[in-house]
T-cell receptor, first 110, second 116 residues
Framework: LAKTTQPISMDSYEGQEVNITCSHN???????ITWYQQFPSQGPRFIIQ???TKVTNEVASLFIPADRKSSTLSLPRVSLSDTAVYYC???????????FGSGTRLQVQP | NAGVTQTPKFRVLKTGQSMTLLCAQD?????MYWYRQDPGMGLRLIHY???????AKGEVPDGYNVSRLKKQNFLLGLESAAPSQTSVYFC???????????????FGAGSRLTVL
């Protein structure tokens, strides 16, 4: 199982770009990187998934360097509503037992 | 399309009582999971299922049992509840054969359980 390491918490202000990095030094060849967002009292919600280079959707971008030992979730121009916990998961797409790390608690201030 | 539905949403138990949490998904997903989340903590995997009639242990299975008699339902049982099982329980499902694979989970809204 690829172990992931994320910062425990981050602070930002509205309108700023936020980058959350996840380290996964022992990522396997077949592993994908998936990010989730969790608001208080809600279940986590899928944000973005990638294998290499850059992936972008309407919510975020995911940057993955060539060695794939880390990944960076980028949230452009955050708002107060982006205050949440963000989780990074690493595993192959057929993986059966998905374990979450502690996540990064993002606090966005006015 | 309701996604993943958990019942009940809230429950208070006394120590030693038993109960069952029900998870139902209407997406025809093959994999289903039960997680628990304690206040301020991440999610921990209790049990999971890779198909109808199959179950497997996760990180913290002790004190819980599960059953997947139908593909769309995954039940989590507490035979003798303990205060340490006070938590929010989340059910999730995924489609390992879909375009995004097993890593893309759809979660339910959670079931908040308090054991006195």
């Amino acid at each position: 199982l690829a172990k992931t390491t994320q910062p425990i918490s981050m602070d930002s202000y509205e309108g700023q770009e936020v980058n959350i990095t996840c380290s996964h030094n022992n990522i396997a060849t077949n592993d994908y990187i998936t990010w989730y967002q969790q608001f208080p009292s809600q279940g986590p919600r899928f944000i973005i998934q990638g294998y290499k280079t850059k992936v972008t959707n309407e919510v975020a971008s995911l940057f993955i360097p060539a060695d794939r030992k880390s990944s960076t979730l980028s949230l452009p121009r955050v708002s107060l509503s982006d205050t949440a916990v963000y989780y990074c998961l690493v595993g192959d797409t057929g993986r059966r037992a998905l374990t979450f790390g502690s996540g990064t608690r993002l606090q966005v201030q006015p | 399309n309701a996604g993943v539905t958990q019942t009940p949403k809230f429950r208070v138990l006394k120590t030693g009582q038993s109960m069952t949490l029900l998870c139902a998904q209407d997406m025809n997903h093959e994999y289903m999971y039960w997680y628990r989340q304690d206040p301020g903590m991440g999610l921990r995997l209790i049990h999971y299922s890779v198909g109808e009639g199959t179950t497997a242990k996760g990180e913290v299975p002790d004190g819980y049992n599960v059953s997947r008699l139908k593909k769309q339902n995954f039940l989590l049982g507490l035979e003798s509840a303990a205060p340490s099982q006070t938590s929010v329980y989340f059910c999730a499902s995924s489609d390992p054969f879909g375009g995004s694979g097993a890593n893309v989970l759809t979660f339910g809204a959670g079931s908040r359980l308090t054991v006195l």
